[in-house]
């Protein structure tokens, strides 16, 4: 075979392989991840891993920020072993909401300001922590995948060395790996940290991770609770 038909040949082959390739693109299975906050910051941030392996975030947070132009705070993905996989705090561009369920909500209006008053009197003890949360947010990070075979994603990063931040969440049991609740999925063994930062050079900052569980993978859906039983005729 003349040099100048090998080169033909070759890229002939590579550009029929490419369309092989296009023609049936790598299928990855439907998972939704979720990390709830519950101690020091309330809230979640849920995790979903669409066909393309891509990561759609969305969530929102209840209280637990200090005021954001004082403080800057950080979102990453971490292993046990606190290595940081990914930083997610250019992706999420978080918008900062005040009062937004520590003080109670803003209304001026004269008929709501007292229930307002009876609603702090029972959250006292929360409001200890920053009064701020976040508006709602939905963006896909098409970079950041779960799992998508051949070790392809996030799932695959982890380490065997110490757990840091098994005594950090909620619902520590020294015995177990971490689950956030009940009704949620077993814990991935990874977690989402989110770091807080006074800008004045103070020393004030606050480290709140959580644990990142599986809810469901492969677009399996969990058993429906079988039908109560009604009175005998």
Request: aromatic share 14%.
């Amino acid at each position: 075979m003349k040099p100048f038909h090998f080169i033909f040949f070759t890229l002939f082959m590579f550009s029929f392989s490419g369309t092989l390739s296009n023609a049936h693109p790598k299928i990855c299975p439907a998972t939704l991840l979720s990390a709830t906050s519950g101690m020091d910051i309330k809230g979640q941030m849920g995790f979903y891993q669409d066909s393309n392996g891509s990561l759609w975030l969305t969530g929102a947070y209840q209280y637990g920020f200090q005021d954001p132009k004082e403080w800057d705070y950080c979102y990453t993905i971490q292993n046990k072993c606190g290595e940081i996989l990914f930083n997610l705090t250019d992706s999420l561009c978080m918008e900062y909401a005040k009062d937004s369920g520590c003080d109670g909500y803003d209304d001026k209006s004269k008929n709501y300001s007292k229930k307002r008053s009876i609603f702090n009197k029972r959250h006292e003890d929360k409001c200890e922590v920053g009064p701020w949360g976040t508006k709602p947010w939905v963006v896909k990070v098409g970079d950041l995948t779960w799992d998508c075979g051949d070790k392809d994603g996030f799932k695959y990063q982890n380490c065997d060395g110490k757990d840091i931040y098994k005594d950090m969440v909620e619902g520590y049991d020294s015995e177990k790996t971490p689950k956030r609740l009940a009704n949620q999925g077993p814990a991935s063994g990874f977690y989402l940290v989110i770091d807080g930062q006074s800008k004045w050079g103070k020393r004030a900052s606050i480290k709140s991770p959580a644990a990142i569980n599986v809810n469901n993978q492969g677009g399996e859906v969990a058993p429906a609770a079988p039908p109560a039983k009604g009175p005998r005729k």
